[in-house]
Structures are given as structure tokens and as C-alpha cells.
């Protein structure tokens, strides 16, 4: 099966500062990614999410990149806001819609 | 973007006693769901996929007859756990497949169902 590797596990970064969260995947029939911001207690949020046949895709202030060669995927948030303080969920879904999800990232964003 | 509830948010329960919870998409039909467990500080874990007017199908190590899944609607799925116990005290999410106004998918999740078995 699918099988999502997620670094870093904890990421502390300055307000203003850029925060990149990067995921590794396994198998090469993946073609779906997204990613979900989930804050303590509370459900995931789509927050942006990329399809194989895209390479980059750019929402504001987030970013989210793709090399299906390499099979990884990395997540930019430029500009980064105490509000983004949040634990990040990359995951990699294919034809049977089923998602595997990496472990996450707990972000911290330091005013 | 679509949206995805969850009742109870909250149960607590004696161990042997059984549990449902409900998932609604209020605003879409979904064909398809899914329930996840997250444990705390972990990620989510697939626990079943829930097809209307089908069987659910289960993942690895997950047992079907503790975890009852029912997809009676297009918009309501329930998952039972029966006979509980405290190492299934967990964060219960579910999720609902929605096509939006084109061919690609996208899973929006229910605010999950906190059990905590006593």
C-alpha cells in the first residue's frame, strides 16, 4: 500500500519568516495531494491540494509544489501569522479515493 | 466549500456498551465516505471506506464485526462500535467524497466524535 513520510515533525519559525513542510510518497499510481491544517481538537481543513498533471499550484500566501519523478510534494507558507500555528497534514490519495496521510508537522509561528 | 457533520461530538461510555455515530453531508450527496482514528498527537488512520447501498470495505487490522458501518443514505453514514472498550477511546473523524462542479474529488471531514470508554 501507500505509505506518506512527512518532515519535519515539529517546525518553529519567526512571524514573517517562510515555513516549508515536505512529503515523500511511495507509490507511483498516487495522483492526488493535499493538505490539511488541523488545530488541536478540531477537524482537518483543506487548505490546498495539487493533481499529477500540475507541477505547482499557488493559493496567497500558500504554495504547494510536486515531483512525481522524485514522488515528493512540499507545502510553502510565505509570510507566516501567529494564526498559522497549527499542526499540517500532507497525504496522497489515487484512483480508489482512499488517503494516506503523513504523520504531520506540528508549525509553530513565533510573533 | 461543502460541509461535513458529526454527532455526538462527545461521548463517554462504559466499557461493553455500544456506541453509534453519525456523519451527514448537509449540502451534497455523497456516494462515498470514510472513517478515520486519530489518537492523540498521531495522524488519521483509515478505518473504512462507506459506500451507499453497499458493504463498507476495511482496512488492514481493522475488525468489521466491532465496527459497524452503515451507508443508508446519501448523506448519512453511521458507525457503531460495539462492545467497547478503553483502548478504543480515541477521535473519531469521518469524511465525505464531493465531486463539486467537475470530474475531481475532494474530502471534506466532520468536526470528528471524541469517545472516551470508561
Redesign the interface.
Known amino acids: 500500500g501507500e505509505n506518506v513520510e512527512q518532515h519535519p515533525s515539529t517546525l518553529s519559525v519567526q512571524e514573517g519568516d517562510s515555513a516549508v513542510i515536505k512529503c515523500t510518497y511511495s507509490d507511483s499510481a498516487s495522483n492526488y495531494f493535499p493538505w490539511y491544517k488541523q488545530e488541536l481538537g478540531k477537524r482537518p481543513q483543506l487548505i490546498i491540494d495539487i493533481r499529477s498533471n500540475v507541477g505547482e499550484k499557488k493559493d496567497q500566501r500558500i504554495a504547494v509544489t510536486l515531483n512525481k519523478t522524485a514522488k515528493h510534494f512540499s507545502l510553502h507558507i510565505t509570510e507566516t501569522q501567529p494564526e498559522d500555528s497549527a499542526v499540517y497534514f500532507c497525504a496522497a490519495g489515487g484512483s480508489n479515493y482512499k488517503l494516506t496521510f503523513g504523520k504531520g508537522t506540528l508549525l509553530t509561528v513565533n510573533p | 466549500?461543502a460541509v461535513v457533520s458529526q454527532h455526538p461530538s462527545w461521548v463517554i461510555c462504559k466499557s461493553g456498551t455500544s456506541v453509534k455515530i453519525e456523519c451527514r453531508s448537509l449540502d451534497f450527496q455523497a456516494t462515498?465516505m470514510?472513517w478515520y482514528r486519530q489518537f492523540p498527537k498521531?495522524?488519521?488512520?483509515?478505518m473504512a471506506?462507506s459506500n451507499e447501498g453497499s458493504k463498507a470495505t476495511y482496512e488492514q487490522g481493522v475488525e468489521k464485526d466491532k465496527f459497524l458501518i452503515n451507508h443508508a443514505s446519501l448523506t448519512l453514514s453511521t458507525l457503531t462500535v460495539t462492545s467497547a472498550h478503553p483502548e478504543d477511546s480515541s477521535f473519531y473523524?469521518c469524511s465525505a467524497?464531493s465531486w463539486g462542479s467537475g470530474t475531481?474529488?475532494?474530502?471534506?471531514?466532520?468536526?470528528?466524535t471524541?469517545l472516551l470508554v470508561l
Open positions: 466549500g462515498t470514510f498521531q495522524s488519521l488512520m483509515l471506506t473523524i467524497l475531481q474529488e475532494t474530502q471534506y471531514f466532520g468536526p470528528g471524541r
